[in-house]
Antibody
């Protein structure tokens, strides 16, 4: 069973950036993709983007294009999500989630990180 | 791309069956047999309940089942139990290595 462990809560100022990490243990990091999904307080799940670590290929939801960067370090089995130009509406819990690689297709997320609360406030 | 459409809330009594719908378009739900369903209890991490439309992961009760007709996927929970009370989200592949979630449905067990 793969375990995804995320970095701790963050408090950021509007206009700044935040970088959240997601370290995988168990399983083989190179056999899956890692997506980032966020959930604003009292709201639903929102997919932000995904990286295939073994190929270092990332793709992003249109809404976040230009503002989010997802990277991965295969040597440490860690994925990262950096969100820039933060505004109050970005206050949310950010989850990383694993999908078993099936080419470019994302079939489902069978393991999730514990979530990282990012609060954007002046 | 707007979220997939789910009812905001559904309810049922213990022992009853309920169905949660998830309506998309011919570009997502209608094009791929890749709808998944997630259960989320308050303050908890989402849990995969159904994948590829109707398959159950190991450990998930057979009271949970999934289906699809056209652009609408459905999650049915039979023999409702108190612990089923949670939020449920559908998710569909929409091509170009992207997925889209539904807005979520709050299930209340009366």
């Amino acid at each position: 069973q793969v375990q995804l462990v995320q970095s701790g809560a963050e408090v950021k100022k509007p206009g700044s950036s935040v970088k959240v990490s997601c370290k995988a243990s168990g399983g083989t990091f190179n056999t899956y993709g890692i997506s980032w999904v966020r959930q604003a307080p009292g709201q639903g799940l929102e997919w932000m983007g995904r990286i295939i670590p073994i190929l270092d290929i990332a793709n992003y939801a249109q809404k976040f294009q230009g503002r989010v960067t997802i990277t991965a370090d295969t040597s440490t089995s860690t994925a990262y999500m950096e969100l820039s130009s933060l505004r109050s509406q970005d206050t949310a819990v950010y989850y990383c989630a694993r999908d078993l690689l099936s080419g470019a297709v994302i079939k489902y997320f069978d393991d999730w990180g514990q979530g990282t609360l990012v609060t954007v406030s002046s | 791309q707007s979220a997939l459409t789910q009812p905001a809330s559904v309810s049922g009594s213990p022992g009853q069956s309920i169905t949660i719908s998830c309506t998309g378009t011919s570009s997502d739900v209608g094009s791929y047999n890749l709808v998944s369903w997630y259960q989320q209890h308050p303050g908890k991490v989402p849990k995969l309940m159904i994948y590829e439309g109707s398959k159950r992961p190991s450990g998930v009760s057979n009271r949970f089942s999934g289906s699809k007709s056209g652009n609408t996927a459905s999650l049915t929970i039979s023999g409702l139990q108190a612990e089923d009370e949670a939020d449920y989200y559908c998710c569909s592949y929409e091509g170009s290595s992207s997925v889209i979630f539904g807005g979520g449905t709050k299930l209340t067990v009366l």
